[in-house]
């Protein structure tokens, strides 16, 4: 099996799981040991296959990963996790940014393979962005930046992955789901965040938070490497 022979795969499927039940568990120091691990994973993929890819491919692979690697390590530092509401919401602000540029790296890599945009698709993501945008600022107003502006560039990653299955134009599915799961991903964050405060209803969010968004970074690089 592939993931035997390739070591990068283990080390995926090892980080994402402990990353995991440290997310639920609230084990933060263990999660900042572990999580950035996912990204250094999915790195070691995109270099496996560097050599079989047009070079502009693996350059934005790599960046995508490094832009999200970045945004987990931000996202789980002291001051993200702090007491410090302004600080909490700077640094939500930062992560946000981190994670667009990776967005913005799928979204050119899929474009340079054929990906376009339905419009249907694109109006239906746009008023769902506004009602969580809507929401998020009505809770917090320091994390509308993050919310409207990166949740924009999700919404757009989600609608280049689903724009091509209409009609059965496009076969690369893993792109698809990954961008999908991507967005249930980051929409599970809004929600936890606005309406979640007991222990155990977090726990079960953050286990959804965690299998979507490592499940979603696995497909978005497997489903763009043309290597493979």
Same mark, same amino acid.
């Given at each position: 099996?592939?993931v035997?022979?390739?070591?990068?795969?283990?080390?995926f499927?090892?980080?994402?799981?402990?990353?995991?039940?440290a997310?639920a568990?609230?084990r933060?120091?263990?999660?900042?040991v572990?999580?950035?691990?996912i990204?250094?994973? !999915?790195a070691?993929?995109v270099?496996r296959g560097w050599r079989?890819?047009?070079?502009?491919d693996?350059?934005?692979?790599l960046?995508?990963?490094a832009?999200?690697?970045?945004?987990?390590?931000i996202?789980q530092?002291?001051?993200? !996790?702090?007491?410090?509401?302004?600080?909490s919401?700077?640094?939500?602000?930062s992560?946000a940014?981190?994670?667009?540029v990776?967005?913005?790296?799928y979204q050119?890599?899929?474009w340079?393979?054929?990906?376009?945009?339905?419009?249907?698709? !694109?109006?239906?993501h746009?008023?769902?962005?506004?009602? !969580?945008?809507?929401?998020?600022a009505?809770h917090?107003?320091?994390v509308?930046p993050?919310a409207?502006?990166?949740?924009?560039?999700?919404?757009l990653?989600s609608?280049?992955?689903t724009?091509g299955?209409l009609?059965g134009q496009?076969?690369?599915?893993?792109?698809a789901a990954?961008?999908m799961l991507?967005?249930?991903s980051?929409?599970?964050?809004?929600?936890?965040?606005?309406y979640l405060?007991r222990?155990?209803p977090r726990?079960?969010?953050e286990?959804?938070?965690?299998?979507?968004?490592?499940?979603?970074?696995r497909l978005?690089?497997d489903g763009?490497?043309?290597?493979q």
């Open positions: 099996m592939r035997f022979s390739q070591p990068e795969r283990l080390l499927a090892a980080s994402s799981t402990i990353a995991t039940a997310a568990t609230e933060h120091r263990l999660l900042r572990f999580k950035p691990l990204g250094v994973s !999915l070691g993929t270099a079989r890819r047009q070079a502009t693996s350059v934005l692979l960046g995508a990963v832009g999200s690697t970045c945004g987990d390590v996202l530092s002291p001051q993200a !996790l702090g007491d410090d509401a302004k600080a919401g700077n640094s939500l602000n992560a940014l981190a994670f667009g990776a967005h913005v790296c050119v890599c899929a340079r393979q054929g990906a376009r945009m339905h419009p249907g698709l !694109l109006a239906v746009g008023a769902g962005l506004v009602g !969580l945008a809507s929401q998020a009505r917090d107003p320091r509308l993050a409207a502006g990166y949740g924009g560039l999700v919404a990653t609608v280049l992955g724009s299955l009609g496009d076969k690369n599915t893993r792109f990954g961008s991507f967005l249930v980051d929409a599970l964050i809004l929600l936890r965040r606005m405060q222990r155990f726990a079960v969010a286990i959804g938070v965690m299998s979507t968004y490592t499940l979603a970074q978005l690089v763009l490497d043309s290597s």
